[in-house]
């Protein structure tokens, strides 16, 4: 019986299902966790430390190769695609919570760029997600969201 071990974590569903398709395509069995809860609420996303994505122990090295061979080939696309600069997504901003002070305060679509391609592709479909347009602070200590 092989081990399933977490892969690598993810803090947009979208992401976590392009590099899921990429790695299934090139044969390499894996699957999500948590994901449908992250999807119908991307507020919980951090509060369940992002969507998991398993496959076996002994794909771990086949994966990460398939992935760095991706990334060289976007990186030679890249420049025709004119990717705005409001899209590449702050993570962090200076805001404090109004609630309860914290500065644990983040934009709740916020990603992880692991991936030239996958900041591309991303930035494009979140124009066209549901989620995308609505940039609400959330606070992850409290839970309270504000503009
Ligand atoms: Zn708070």
Redesign the pocket.
């Known amino acids: 019986m092989d081990k399933i071990v977490v892969f690598e974590t993810y803090y947009n569903p979208i992401e976590a299902n392009i590099i899921k398709s990429r790695l299934m395509d090139s044969g390499v069995q894996c699957f999500l966790s948590d994901e449908n809860m992250i999807t119908i609420n991307p507020l919980y996303t951090q509060a369940l430390g992002g969507i998991k994505l398993h496959l076996f122990e002994k794909d771990v090295n086949t994966a990460r190769s398939i992935l760095q061979d991706e990334d060289v080939q976007i990186a030679l696309g890249e420049a025709t695609v004119d990717v705005p600069e409001s899209q590449n997504g702050d993570t962090q901003n200076d805001q404090v919570?109004p609630?309860?002070?914290?500065s644990n305060?983040g934009y709740v679509q916020a990603t992880k760029k692991r991936f030239s391609i996958l900041t591309m592709i991303v930035s494009i479909l979140l124009l066209v997600y549901p989620f995308a347009a609505k940039k609400t602070n959330h606070?992850f200590?409290?839970?309270?969201e504000f503009e």
């Open positions: 919570c609630n309860c002070g914290s305060v606070c200590d409290c839970g309270y």
